[in-house]
C-alpha cells in the first residue's frame, strides 16, 4: 500500500511541542470529540482530535476520525493523508483501510486503492463488507473477473448481504455472460425486493439484450414503489420508443428532468427524439443544456451538428461535426455526419473518407454503407457502389421494406414467361427519372 511521505506526528498542522497530557486528559478529550463528531460539530471534533495527537501523535483512532472528518467536508487530499498516517501507526486499521480504499478510487486511483482494500481483507478474512468494498473497486477498475470473485466470497460470508448479491449481478453481466446476470438478479430480487439498486441493474441488463417489454413491465412495477426515482422514467422512456410510442416516451423523459434536471442522458435522450418529430428549436435547447454540463460530451457535439443542420444551418453543423470527431475519434455517428456534410457541400473525396472510418468503427451498421454508396456514385466504380447499396436489403437501421416481401429479386435473369412488380423505394424524382427504363425492363419478358 502506498505510504505517506509526511511524518505522521507533523501532518495536517499537528504541534507535538505543547505542553504534557495525561492519559485521563487524552481520554475525556477524544470522549468529547467522538460526541461532538456524532452531532455534527466537524470543527469542534477536529480540534479535539489534533489536540489528542499534538501529545500522541500515534494514535490510530484520532487519525481514523480525523481522516473521516476530512471525508465529511470534502477534503480528500486532506482526508487520503490522514488515513495513510493512520495506517503507518496502526497497520491492522480495517476501517482506516476501508475508507482509504474507498476514497482512493473516488479519485480513480484504482491501484492504490485495491491495495488498500487488499491489506483489509488481510486483516479481516472474515468480513463480508470488506470483501465487498474489494469487489466495488475492482469493478471500478474494470477488473471484473476479480470483482466478482470478491462479491462471492463476501455472499459465502454473509448469504444476507445484499450489496454483494448487487455487485456480484453487475461483474457477471460486466463479463459478458448478461442472461447468467439477469436470472441471478431476478432471483436476488426475490430475496430483497426492496433493495432499488437491484431493480436498476437488472433492468439496465435487460436493456442491453433489448428485453424492451420486460424493461416496461419492471419499470412501471419500479416507478409503483419508487416514483421520485429519474432513472426508472428513463428506462421506461426507452421501452416507449422501442414501441414506437414517442410521444409517451417523451412525456416520461421529461418527468425524468422534472425530478432531475441535470440529467445529462436524459437531455440526450429527449432532444433525440424531438429531433425525429421535428422539433428542432426545443431539441435545440435540450442539447445546449447537455452541453452547458458536458461541455466534450461528442454524443451531445454530434446532436448538436444534426439539429443545426435541420435548422439550415449547414456550415455551422459540420463545425459540430468536426467537434464531435475530435473529442471521441471513435465515435463512429460523428464521421457518418461528417460524411453527410460533406457529401452535401459536394467534397466527395473528403465525405468517403469518413464514411470509411465510421464503417471501421461501426461495421454492421449499414446505413454507413449506404451513405457511401451514394457519396461514390460519382466516382466511377459502379461495383464498388452497388455492393453497398445492395445492403439496405439486409435487417439493418437502413433496411427497407421490400426486404421482408416473398418474391425473389431481379438480378437480370431472363423474365420470359414471367411476371414481375417494379416498386417505388425513392422519392417521387426518382421515380420520374428511373421510368425511362421501364421500357427496358419490360423488353426482358
Given at each position: 500500500?502506498?505510504?505517506?511521505?509526511?511524518?505522521?506526528?507533523?501532518?495536517?498542522?499537528?504541534?507535538?511541542?505543547?505542553?504534557?497530557?495525561?492519559?485521563?486528559?487524552?481520554?475525556?478529550?477524544?470522549?468529547?470529540?467522538?460526541?461532538?463528531?456524532?452531532?455534527?460539530?466537524?470543527?469542534?471534533?477536529?480540534?479535539?482530535?489534533?489536540k489528542i495527537l499534538e501529545h500522541f501523535p500515534r494514535d490510530a483512532e484520532s487519525r481514523f476520525l480525523l481522516g473521516s472528518?476530512?471525508?465529511?467536508?470534502?477534503?480528500?487530499?486532506?482526508?487520503?493523508?490522514?488515513?495513510?498516517?493512520?495506517?503507518?501507526?496502526?497497520?491492522?486499521?480495517?476501517?482506516?483501510?476501508?475508507?482509504?480504499?474507498?476514497?482512493?478510487?473516488?479519485?480513480?486511483?484504482?491501484?492504490?486503492?485495491?491495495?488498500?482494500?487488499?491489506?483489509?481483507?488481510?486483516?479481516?478474512?472474515?468480513?463480508?463488507?470488506?470483501?465487498?468494498?474489494?469487489?466495488?473497486?475492482?469493478?471500478?477498475?474494470?477488473?471484473?473477473?476479480?470483482?466478482?470473485?470478491?462479491?462471492?466470497?463476501?455472499?459465502?460470508?454473509?448469504?444476507?448481504?445484499?450489496?454483494?448479491?448487487?455487485?456480484?449481478?453487475?461483474?457477471?453481466?460486466?463479463?459478458?455472460?448478461?442472461?447468467?446476470?439477469?436470472?441471478?438478479?431476478?432471483?436476488?430480487?426475490?430475496?430483497?425486493?426492496?433493495?432499488?439498486?437491484?431493480?436498476?441493474?437488472?433492468?439496465?441488463?435487460?436493456?442491453?439484450?433489448?428485453?424492451?417489454?420486460?424493461?416496461?413491465?419492471?419499470?412501471?412495477?419500479?416507478?409503483?414503489?419508487?416514483?421520485?426515482?429519474?432513472?426508472?422514467?428513463?428506462?421506461?422512456?426507452?421501452?416507449?420508443?422501442?414501441?414506437?410510442?414517442?410521444?409517451?416516451?417523451?412525456?416520461?423523459?421529461?418527468?425524468?428532468?422534472?425530478?432531475?434536471?441535470?440529467?445529462?442522458?436524459?437531455?440526450?435522450?429527449?432532444?433525440?427524439?424531438?429531433?425525429?418529430?421535428?422539433?428542432?428549436?426545443?431539441?435545440?435547447?435540450?442539447?445546449?443544456?447537455?452541453?452547458?454540463?458536458?461541455?466534450?460530451?461528442?454524443?451531445?457535439?454530434?446532436?448538436?451538428?444534426?439539429?443545426?443542420?435541420?435548422?439550415?444551418?449547414?456550415?455551422?453543423?459540420?463545425?459540430?461535426?468536426?467537434?464531435?470527431?475530435?473529442?471521441?475519434?471513435?465515435?463512429?455517428?460523428?464521421?457518418?455526419?461528417?460524411?453527410?456534410?460533406?457529401?452535401?457541400?459536394?467534397?466527395?473525396?473528403?465525405?468517403?473518407?469518413?464514411?470509411?472510418?465510421?464503417?471501421?468503427?461501426?461495421?454492421?451498421?449499414?446505413?454507413?454503407?449506404?451513405?457511401?454508396?451514394?457519396?461514390?456514385?460519382?466516382?466511377?466504380?459502379?461495383?464498388?457502389?452497388?455492393?453497398?447499396?445492395?445492403?439496405?436489403?439486409?435487417?439493418?437501421?437502413?433496411?427497407?421494406?421490400?426486404?421482408?416481401?416473398?418474391?425473389?429479386?431481379?438480378?437480370?435473369?431472363?423474365?420470359?414467361?414471367?411476371?414481375?412488380?417494379?416498386?417505388?423505394?425513392?422519392?417521387?424524382?426518382?421515380?420520374?427519372?428511373?421510368?425511362?427504363?421501364?421500357?427496358?425492363?419490360?423488353?426482358?419478358?
Open positions: 500500500m502506498k505510504k505517506t511521505e509526511s511524518n505522521p506526528s507533523m501532518s495536517s498542522g499537528i504541534d507535538t511541542s505543547s505542553p504534557p497530557m495525561t492519559s485521563a486528559t487524552a481520554s475525556r478529550l477524544f470522549s468529547e470529540a467522538v460526541t461532538a463528531h456524532k452531532e455534527g460539530r466537524l470543527d469542534t471534533a477536529a480540534s479535539g482530535y489534533l472528518i476530512f471525508s465529511e467536508k470534502n477534503q480528500t487530499q486532506d482526508a487520503i493523508d490522514m488515513l495513510q498516517s493512520c495506517v503507518e501507526c496502526k497497520q491492522n486499521h480495517v476501517r482506516a483501510l476501508n475508507a482509504l480504499g474507498a476514497l482512493l478510487a473516488q479519485e480513480t486511483r484504482y491501484d492504490e486503492a485495491i491495495n488498500a482494500l487488499h491489506s483489509a481483507t488481510q486483516f479481516a478474512n472474515n468480513d463480508a463488507r470488506t470483501w465487498c468494498n474489494l469487489g466495488r473497486a475492482y469493478l471500478k477498475a474494470g477488473h471484473f473477473s476479480s470483482s466478482r470473485d470478491a462479491f462471492h466470497e463476501a455472499l459465502t460470508l454473509q448469504p444476507s448481504f445484499w450489496p454483494a448479491a448487487n455487485g456480484y449481478g453487475l461483474s457477471v453481466g460486466k463479463l459478458g455472460q448478461k442472461k447468467e446476470a439477469i436470472d441471478f438478479l431476478t432471483k436476488s430480487i426475490e430475496k430483497w425486493p426492496e433493495e432499488i439498486a437491484l431493480h436498476l441493474t437488472l433492468i439496465g441488463y435487460l436493456l442491453a439484450e433489448e428485453r424492451f417489454e420486460e424493461v416496461r413491465s419492471r419499470s412501471l412495477d419500479a416507478l409503483s414503489k419508487w416514483p421520485q426515482a429519474s432513472q426508472f422514467h428513463i428506462y421506461l422512456s426507452v421501452a416507449q420508443h422501442k414501441a414506437g410510442e414517442l410521444e409517451e416516451a417523451i412525456k416520461s423523459l421529461e418527468k425524468a428532468l422534472e425530478l432531475e434536471p441535470n440529467n445529462v442522458s436524459a437531455l440526450d435522450q429527449i432532444s433525440n427524439h424531438l429531433y425525429a418529430i421535428g422539433q428542432w428549436k426545443k431539441a435545440e435547447g435540450y442539447c445546449l443544456k447537455s452541453l452547458d454540463l458536458e461541455p466534450n460530451s461528442a454524443k451531445a457535439l454530434n446532436n448538436m451538428g444534426r439539429i443545426r443542420q435541420m435548422r439550415g444551418d449547414l456550415d455551422g453543423s459540420g463545425q459540430w461535426f468536426m467537434q464531435s470527431a475530435e473529442k471521441d475519434p471513435d465515435f463512429g455517428d460523428a464521421y457518418n455526419n461528417l460524411g453527410n456534410y460533406y457529401l452535401y457541400t459536394d467534397r466527395i473525396k473528403e465525405a468517403i473518407n469518413n464514411f470509411d472510418r465510421a464503417i471501421e468503427l461501426k461495421p454492421e451498421l449499414i446505413g454507413f454503407r449506404f451513405n457511401r454508396a451514394i457519396a461514390m456514385m460519382t466516382q466511377g466504380n459502379p461495383a464498388e457502389v452497388w455492393r453497398d447499396y445492395r445492403e439496405r436489403f439486409e435487417k439493418s437501421d437502413n433496411k427497407v421494406e421490400a426486404s421482408d416481401w416473398p418474391y425473389p429479386r431481379w438480378n437480370g435473369e431472363s423474365l420470359s414467361r414471367k411476371r414481375a412488380l417494379i416498386w417505388a423505394e425513392q422519392g417521387i424524382g426518382d421515380q420520374v427519372i428511373f421510368s425511362r427504363y421501364a421500357t427496358c425492363f419490360a423488353s426482358q419478358a
